[in-house]
């Protein structure tokens, strides 16, 4: 009897349930595999963990459906009902509509100042992502052609938005001063608010700084049209019926992969057992290894880079060909971590917290408040989870997202609490108040108070070491096809091809960073092994 070929799939998360799901369910393919899924961790779902802070439901990772036109995890919601829900959950009524911007001392910003911004801000995007002509982004054409236009001297997106930001200033030659701000001038707030936006990007592209973010690869990035929702059952609904149709003893838990050997020419390894002719071993953690004819690695790019860079131990034996290892460490990923907080309860009102943008001082400022650490000054919003919910949401990304890690749920509800409290009082109507404080309301009318907190911790978790990938600076959406590439590449006369293969959103070039991309590509990689075995139903 010759043997079924053996896949085994390297994590249980969206890349890899889904391609276990369609080799499992393809037409003729039941009886044609030995196949395993193996997880290090001791749940399924990897970037996907839908929970529960204070009765609510909530997503510790993976947050939206990014358009549901297309979307193929938009159809899995909706074929399985997990639209919708008894139990309220995050964001179930969309991105807040109005926003209360408030600048550092006190200020609320009124929305003909803000708006203008955000619509530069908007329109610089639209056209970075070619949605639409140059001529619209700011008022003054004339600009554009005299300055070689935006894309002229753009490595970065981060030196493409500020261009963008001092034609907007270029073009506005009636710059008049605005009263009842305090210490801030018109040109400081809207400097303030763009940088406000920039930190949503921040979030959004998972890049710590956007100086590092390719401004030439954003135009590559592909959304889906439509609405983008959240999943009223949670997102692990997903995760759950791609898992379901599985035999049970095809996903083990707790099985951390530690070293994959493979044969880049075919060849035996002389300490494999000569009379098991699978080529591929995979040593675990525990000690233990499994054979197998072909592997789908789908662990995250921030385990790669760690796996293939020889300080930390290297994940391949041997080591992945130099190709492959450079376009790993020249892509980007980065840290996005969330933060829920809640409300003190105020007697027995429902809260009225106002979903928050917050607008803090340039970090050169003399204007700054000492009591507010950078860390929150780097984040741009807090909003309720949903209308009148008492937990709040504030997303970090890049190095205050790392620090956010490291801190004790003690010291951030009181940061965050002095820092909201100081927002949202009202100026002194003189710049110094009789304690000299730099016009900081002491008043308890605005005291905010939060009882209980829950942060992620996605940089600090050694199967993720990040949260998702994005274009640096001296890298391309190329990279990202690289990443795909599978080993050995099967021309003909490679003895064993398809040994290893690479799935996960950091393969995805115009869907990375998202779980539609993730399932893209384990669709990708399953259809890779059907068609070599010729059990064709892409």
């Known amino acids: 009897m010759a043997k079924k070929p053996r896949i085994v799939i390297i994590g249980a998360g969206m890349a890899g349930l889904t391609a276990a799901n369609k080799l499992y369910t393809s037409t003729g393919s039941r009886d044609m595999f030995e196949l395993f899924v193996v997880e290090g961790g001791n749940r399924i779902g990897g970037r996907i963990n839908t929970s529960e802070f204070c009765g609510d439901r909530i997503e510790l990772g993976a947050t939206w459906i990014h358009g549901i036109g297309g979307s193929p995890v938009h159809q899995i919601a909706e074929k399985t009902n997990a639209l919708e829900s008894d139990q309220p959950w995050e964001c179930m009524d969309g991105f807040p509509d109005e926003h209360k911007t408030i600048a550092e001392g006190g200020f609320e910003l009124n929305a003909s100042l803000v708006d203008p911004v955000s619509t530069l801000f908007k329109n610089l995007m639209d056209f970075a992502q070619r949605k639409v002509a140059e ?67 921040r979030t959004y592209t998972s890049a710590g700084d956007l100086f590092d973010l390719d401004f030439e690869a954003e135009s590559e990035y592909r959304m889906f049209p439509g609405e983008e929702i959240t999943i009223s059952k949670g997102y692990l609904s997903i995760i759950k019926y791609l898992a379901s149709v599985l035999p049970p003893d095809v996903i083990q838990l707790g099985r951390r992969a530690n070293r994959i050997e493979w044969q880049p020419q075919g060849h035996h390894h002389q300490q494999q057992q000569v009379d098991d002719s699978r080529p591929v071993k995979i040593h675990f953690f525990d ?105 709040l949401l504030s997303w970090f990304a890049g190095k205050e997202a790392v620090e956010l890690e490291t801190l004790s749920n003690e010291e951030i509800i009181n940061v965050v609490s002095a820092t909201v409290s100081s927002l949202l009082s009202k100026p002194h109507k003189e710049t110094k108040s009789e304690n000299g404080s730099n016009g900081f ?62 799935a996960g959103e950091a393969t995805h070039r115009t869907h990375y960073s998202t779980t539609h991309g993730a399932y893209f590509s384990g669709l990708r990689e399953a259809n890779r092994l059907l068609q070599h075995y010729h059990c064709v139903e892409v």
């Open 135 to 201: 001529e619209s982004v700011v008022a003054d054409a004339r600009w554009c052609s005299r300055n070689g236009g935006f894309r002229g001297g753009n490595k970065s997106l981060g030196a493409y938005l500020r261009r963008g930001l001092d034609a907007y200033w270029d073009s506005r030659k009636d710059f008049e001063e605005l009263g009842g701000y305090g210490e801030w001038s018109r040109k400081l707030l809207e400097e303030a608010v763009f940088a406000m936006l920039e930190n949503t990007q």
């Open 287 to 391: 000690g233990s290894f499994m054979l197998a004819d072909h592997v789908i690695v789908t662990v995250s790019l921030g385990v790669l880079k760690a796996g293939t860079c020889r300080d930390s131990g290297m994940l391949f034996s041997p080591p992945l060909p130099s190709y492959k290892t450079d376009a790993i460490s020249r892509l980007g990923y980065g840290v996005v971590n969330k933060l829920f907080l809640q409300l003190s309860p105020n007697g027995n009102k429902k809260p009225e917290f106002p979903s928050l943008q917050m607008v803090f001082h340039p970090s050169e400022s003399e204007l700054r408040h000492k009591k507010i650490p950078w860390w929150i000054r780097r984040t741009a919003s807090l909003s309720p989870i949903y209308n009148n919910s008492s937990v």
């Open 441 to 502: 309301c002491n008043g308890n009318e605005s005291e905010v108070r939060f009882v209980k907190v829950l942060k992620t911790r996605w940089g600090s978790d050694p199967l993720f070491l990040g949260s998702y990938s994005y274009v640096t600076v001296g890298s391309s959406g190329a990279d990202f096809d690289t990443m795909a590439e599978p080993l050995p590449k099967p021309p003909t006369g490679v003895h064993r091809p398809l040994q290893i293969l690479f």
